[in-house]
Structure formats: structure tokens, C-alpha cells
């Protein structure tokens, strides 16, 4: 099931469907308007996803929906927090072979961060979809205490999707009598975590982190292709396709 999850998003995103296009456009080496377009399409998607100006754009419409709070804690109060799993990185030798990916660890510290504001405890959820004996669930417990001096009260290792993250951390929270958590994100993950932690048997409050729009000193510079805008495109589209692709499911 991961393996066609990760083939489908190969094909939707780029790089995978700028080769699926060029692919394309030989196999129909016969019919010259058609690679034509084929081949427009790949540069014009290529072009407009490098442009920091559009990328921005994606991802911005993503982050504006849940703005940063100065003193979150202050603001509202929860008796939970918890972080969603964010990847990891099972080829870090110099870590031991594995650890969390960059996001999980921003993630991570904004939790801790918030623990040490509030003494609420955390509940890290994300499972295991490559089978490699250790959920990320353990994984972030490991990374918490050993690089923030922070334990993690519960552990929801089973789930391999953000509404799975949903499913199995409101079951935990509920039968533990938890009313209220503090739900932790990246600011353009949040929207589509929202999503599916809302209206449960907890209330979660987001509390988003890490917003990540380019910012330019010159305005030329919006104009400019780069390979991080191309990424960032990539990661928004990626959530708006999960947005329509929940609802679509009625999620």
C-alpha cells in the first residue's frame, strides 16, 4: 500500500510527472502537436513551480489559515500535546543509522518548548510503513529525551496517515480523559491536520510552527527560478491535494 502511495505522488508531482510527459511524448513520436503540448506543459509547469513568487503563493495560502501566536500557552490552554510524525531518516550513520528527519525535529523542539511552558504531557503518534521494526512514534520518544531532556507519556505507533494519526491519537487522548490538546505541525501542514482532528471526541488547538515562505531583499529575486521554490511548490501542492482528497472521502 505505501509502495502505491509513494508511485501515485511520483507521478502527480515533479520531477515524476515531468519525465511521465517527456515519456509520453516519445512513445507518440507520430503525432508532433500533441508532444508539442506535452513538452509546453512539462517547461510551463517546470518554470512556474521554480518562481519563488508562485511558490509562495501555494504555500502561504496554506500557512495564513493558522498564524503564528506569540505565547500560544497564553492564549489557550490544553491538557495534551501532540505531535504528528513528520519522517525519518534511516541513513544517518553518524547518528547510528537512523534518526528523525529535519521536520520531525522542528516539531519535536516546538513541543518540548511548549511542555516546558505548560508541564503538559505529549502524545507522539506515526507509525512504521516500511517495516523496519521501529515505529516513529519510538523514534521521536528516543530523539525527545535524549536531545531535550523530555518524556513523552504516550505512544500511538500504528498509523501510517495524517487521519490515521487522527483516528488513533483521539482514542488514547479520550479513554485517558483528555478534553483539550495542543496539536503540533508545520504551519502548511496544519490545514489538512485540522481537517482531520476536528470534530472528535478531544478539542485540538493548533499549534502551528516553522512557517517557510522565501523571503527576497530585491523584488527581481521573486522572479527568479530556484530549486528550493521548486521544492517548496512541491510540499503545497502536495497538501492540497491531500485537502481535496479527504474531503472527497468525506474525512
Do not use: C
Amino acid at each position: 500500500m505505501i509502495l502505491l502511495h509513494r508511485t501515485i505522488e511520483f507521478l502527480l508531482y515533479p520531477p515524476g510527472n515531468l519525465l511521465l510527459f517527456l515519456l509520453l511524448g516519445l512513445l507518440l513520436y507520430k503525432h508532433p502537436k500533441v508532444r508539442f503540448w506535452l513538452a509546453g506543459i512539462a517547461v510551463a509547469q517546470l518554470l512556474l513551480l521554480s518562481l519563488p513568487v508562485v511558490s509562495n503563493a501555494l504555500l502561504v495560502a496554506l500557512e495564513q489559515q493558522y498564524p503564528p501566536q506569540k505565547a500560544l500557552w497564553e492564549h489557550s490552554s490544553a491538557e495534551a500535546i501532540v505531535v504528528l510524525g513528520g519522517g525519518r531518516n534511516d541513513k544517518a550513520t553518524e547518528y547510528g543509522g537512523v534518526t528523525v528527519s529535519s521536520a520531525e525535529m522542528e516539531r519535536l523542539r516546538y513541543a518540548a518548548f511548549l511542555h516546558r511552558k505548560t508541564g503538559a504531557p505529549i502524545l507522539l503518534t506515526g507509525g512504521d510503513p516500511i517495516d523496519s521494526g521501529m515505529s516513529e512514534a519510538k523514534l521521536m520518544q528516543q530523539v525527545l529525551q535524549d536531545e531535550f531532556g523530555v518524556s513523552a507519556k504516550w505512544l500511538e505507533g500504528n498509523s501510517h496517515t495524517t487521519w490515521e494519526n487522527a483516528v488513533f491519537s483521539d482514542e488514547i487522548l479520550s479513554a485517558n480523559g483528555i478534553k483539550t490538546a495542543w496539536l503540533v505541525t508545520h504551519a502548511w501542514h496544519m490545514p489538512r491536520s485540522m481537517q482531520v482532528f476536528a470534530n472528535r471526541s478531544v478539542k485540538y488547538i493548533p499549534a502551528p510552527h516553522s512557517y517557510g515562505a522565501l523571503a527576497w531583499d530585491k523584488l527581481w529575486f521573486k522572479w527568479i527560478p530556484q530549486a528550493r521554490a521548486m521544492d517548496i511548490s512541491v510540499t503545497a501542492l502536495h497538501e492540497w491535494l491531500g485537502i481535496v482528497w479527504y474531503r472527497l472521502k468525506g474525512r
